[in-house]
Antibody, heavy 115, light 110 residues
Framework: QVQLQQWGAGLLKPSETLSLTCAVS????????WSWIRQTPGKGLEWVGE???????NYSPSLKSRVTISLDTANNQFSLKLRSVTAADTAVYHC?????????WGQGTLVTVSS | QSVLTQPPSVSAAPGQKVTISCSGS????????VSWYQQLPGTAPKLLIY???KRPSGIPDRFSGSKSGTSATLGITGLQTGDEADYYC???????????FGGGTKLTVL
């Protein structure tokens, strides 16, 4: 049973860096893409970015200048950093396994940006 | 503004059938596999359909998917009150080199 458990700071001030980590258990960490998706309260899903087990990354064009996704293969974890956050980055952030097929999802972390 | 276009809402009576459309372009739906997700209130999205028309283990055959050209469709038969949720289509966009989603469709079972 594949499980994704995520954690990170839930309250940030404008200009700070959002940092979330997702730990994968119960399945292989290699072979797959690992993704981050966010959802603004009451709105739809927005793809943030992905990292392949090889280390290659792709990011949302609108977030590319502020996002970094990294892998920790030793601990079967991957992480998201989003720099210079504003109120517009307030959202529930989900980690997930896959690219077109997002088979398993983390529980979601509400990140609020407020002064 | 989402890259993929879905109707904001659909509704039908229990036991009936409903379809949800997802429209895109040649750079996304036209040349990549489509997935569908169900999101119940307060929960993470759940994969319903992948590779246009395949169901993960445990998903009942009341849920089906199809794709034609640059559009995809999710079908749900034998509607139950427990099917009330938000439904999203998603795929890869080869031009953007990014994942893309529809804006979501809220299903109401009257």
């Amino acid at each position: 049973q594949v499980q994704l458990q995520q954690w990170g700071a839930g309250l940030l001030k404008p200009s700070e860096t959002l940092s979330l980590t997702c730990a994968v258990s119960g399945g292989s960490f290699s072979t797959y893409y690992w993704s981050w998706i966010r959802q603004t309260p009451g709105k739809g899903l927005e793809w943030v970015g992905e990292i392949h087990h090889s280390g290659s990354t792709n990011y949302s064009p609108s977030l590319k200048s502020r996002v970094t996704i990294s892998l920790d293969t030793a601990n079967n974890q991957f992480s998201l950093k989003l720099r210079s956050v504003t109120a517009a980055d307030t959202a529930v952030y989900h980690c997930a396994r896959g690219r077109e097929r997002l088979s398993y999802w983390g529980q979601g972390t509400l990140v609020t940006v407020s002064s | 503004q989402s890259v993929l276009t879905q109707p904001p809402s659909v509704s039908a009576a229990p036991g009936q059938k409903v379809t949800i459309s997802c429209s895109g372009s040649s750079s996304n739906i036209g040349n990549n596999y489509v997935s569908w997700y169900q999101q119940l209130p307060g929960t993470a999205p759940k994969l319903l359909i992948y590779d246009n028309n395949k169901r993960p283990s445990g998903i009942p055959d009341r849920f089906s998917g199809s794709k034609s050209g640059t559009s995809a469709t999710l079908g749900i038969t034998g509607l139950q009150t427990g099917d009330e949720a938000d439904y999203y289509c998603g795929t890869w966009d080869s031009s953007l080199s990014s994942g893309v989603f529809g804006g979501g469709t809220k299903l109401t079972v009257l």
